[in-house]
């Protein structure tokens, strides 16, 4: 059975790109474009593993990791967020839950998505969901 992968990001550009990196490495990919969408997916889903922009329309990402995290039938999923925001907010988002952070500027899409892939492989190895 494949890992599940649930990507949630505003930009149809990242979304697309991203989400044929990920199925390209293995994963079953489901996307979702907003806070909402994303929540209700993880909810209905329960994917392996989540990657949240933190720059949502409807519901923000905060939010979203917050919702996710306070309810007991999600809050074992590792999240980890990918975002423009700076570094400076790891540790913040690490208390809040997050497995890991990496922040878009380094996703190096011309180069397939090296950093991505491997982060998603290391969270899914340390949860002991990584069965691709």
Same mark, same amino acid.
């Given at each position: !059975?494949?890992?599940?992968?649930?990507?949630?990001?505003?930009? =149809?550009?990242?979304?697309?790109?991203?989400?044929?990196?990920?199925?390209?490495?293995?994963?079953?990919?489901?996307?979702? $474009? /907003? #806070? @909402?969408? #994303?929540?209700?997916?993880?909810?209905?889903?329960?994917? /392996?593993?989540?990657?949240?922009? !933190?720059?949502?329309? =409807? !519901?923000?990402?905060?939010?979203?990791?917050?919702?996710?995290k306070a309810n007991p039938d999600t809050a074992k999923i590792p999240v980890v967020v990918v975002t423009g925001l $700076?570094?400076?907010?790891?540790? =913040?988002?690490?208390? @809040? #839950?997050?497995?890991?952070?990496?922040?878009?500027?380094?996703? @190096?899409?011309?180069?397939? #998505?090296?950093?991505?892939?491997?982060?998603?492989g290391t969270v899914l190895r340390e949860s002991g969901e990584g069965n691709t």
């Open positions: !059975m494949k890992t599940n992968v649930l990507l949630v990001d505003d930009s =149809k550009l990242l979304r697309a790109a991203n989400s044929h990196l990920l199925a390209k490495a293995g994963y079953e990919v489901s996307v979702a $474009s /907003d #806070g @909402e969408e #994303g929540l209700r997916l993880a909810c209905e889903n329960h994917p /392996d593993l989540i990657l949240l922009d !933190m720059l949502l329309p =409807k !519901m923000a990402g905060q939010d979203v990791l917050r919702a996710l $700076s570094q400076k907010n790891e540790e =913040k988002l690490r208390k @809040e #839950g997050a497995a890991a952070f990496l922040e878009k500027s380094v996703l @190096e899409l011309d180069k397939q #998505g090296t950093s991505l892939i491997q982060l998603v």
